[in-house]
């Protein structure tokens, strides 16, 4: 055989590493994201994520919209926990706005960002479950994920992009049928979580399987710009949340549970315990939401005419009100000049939003912080010199979500 | 004793003098700038020194100010000090022309994608970087799309065939039949592409 037949690029017989393309559609990479692994027999050498595919350009798109149209873009970051980057969102305008919420919408706020914390978590923790081979507790759970959509269905009608609420509050009330299902949830949720942790924390298969695999330092995970569960796991108790309070949360009591050690185990145990202190802040702030009573009870937005669309009823009968809603819709409301950071504790850490305004009907700049791309970067240290299978299980236990890895 | 952003302040002119300059406090954050030879030097003090304790990079995004002459870029940090949990902000500014900063990723491992992330959209040169190359957008592109001399698509024309949503097409919404052979042409005008493959306008 001639040597013009057969080219192979240099040194690729001699070498004694395997490559290995995982992704970007590999059912175990639960999105759209590659990994270039050099294998030694099944030992990672080295990896290479490739990142990007559905990169849909938001921080170029937000630049031409009015403050209310970015919501929609916000869904798509985090999509199993669309609802916290919408408050997000509002937050940030708010701050830029210095629009104060009333308490009733920052309760109401908590409930919705704390059962979303759920969907994402439970999301989590039961795809590390099918990823180790347990696929009971994922279809168990799902049934009380679907609960929670279903409330969001009640609060704004739509279920996973959910554009919920609004710059100063929600559109409309909540309903009855969404507080008895957020009660329904309250009663019956405790019971499955607890099966849900019957079910992988003592078992011995998961534990082998998730015990000192994808372990990071807290000094290091530190440095790698982790926030969230991740962090917390690696034993850092920084929460959004506790350290920089928006939509009253110094109002309630919880804990921010910690692991020690950082790895795939710690990071389940710490999303599943967060799971539990989400429960117990939704059940105050269930409990304060059904104090108001009278006018206070049906409050739902802050006073906020330049932003909030007017009552349909006024829009029709009152001069003031149709300008302001052909201002909101036409996007020709001025934004004060100004930059402001703001950032909430998303489902994977802290969701920051940099918003520079020079005083236009659009941001000047918008960034979004993405905790995901952020620690996702880590990734080559915590599988190097792991098992393939274990590769698989830290990138889950990470809770990769390609929409915020991409933004 | 908590540290407030005075400190910060009379921390920073001590040691660099008139060097960090424009201190400002949007919404109570510190936000500052020094000349971009200078980043890695603040960033090295903010970092290392006994009070002020920045050691977490909270952010690192590119800004463009076509306006600004000779500063048209800025790239912004954010850094947190978890301690005593202050944040601040820190901007370096650089000519477009020659967009070379020093790179933060000897100092925080986080940098490094958020720096090529920058690189990415604004085409900013980390000097020293392990690896900058293009992350979200593919590598073939030959140009900075967050740049502002790259406008997003002009939301009103019809010259595209785009029936599903409701532009153009076999359905003609957005368009009447009249307009059907001027619609080509625009197209026939949309097609023409410069030399870097951005469309004739």
Redesign the interface.
Known sequence: MSEQHIKLPEGSIEKTTTTLNLGPTHPATHGVMQNVLELDGERIVSTEQT??YI?R?F???A??RPLYQITTLTDRLNYCSSPINNMGWHLTCE??LGVKTPKRVDYLRVIIMELSRISDHLICNSIVGVDAGAYTGFLYVMQYRELIYEIYEEVCGARLTTNMGRIGGFERNFNNIAFEKIEKFLKEYPKVLKEFENLFQRNRIFMDRTKGTGAISAE?A????FTGPNLRAAG?D?DVRV??PYSSYEDFQFNIPVGTTGDNYDRWLVREQEMWQSLSIIEQAYQKVQEFKGTDADVFHADVPEYYLPEKADVYTKMEALIYHFKIVMGETEIPA????N?VEGGNG?L?F?L?SDGGRTP??L?F?RPC??Y???FEELTKGAMLSDAIMTMSSLNLIAGEL?? | MSLTNEIIKARLTEKFGEEVSSFEEPYGMLTFEAPKDLNLKVLNFLYDDQELKFRFMTDLCGVHYPNNKGRELAVVYHLHNMVDNVRIRFKVFTDINQPDVYTATGLFSAANWMERETYDFYGVNFVGHPKLKRILNVDEMDYFPMRKEFPLEDQTRIDKDDEMFGRGGAAGYGTDTKEEDNRNSVTAEADKHDETGRPIV
Not at chain 1, 222 to 225: D, E, H, R, T
Not at chain 1, 338 to 341: A, I, N, S
């Open positions: 990142i990007g990169h350009a921080e170029k798109i630049e031409r701050k830029l290091r530190l440095n790698y710009g850092i920084y350290h920089s100004g930059e402001v950071y950032a802290e920051g940099y520079i000047y700049r960034h912080r791309f952020i996702y970067q880590a991409d933004g």
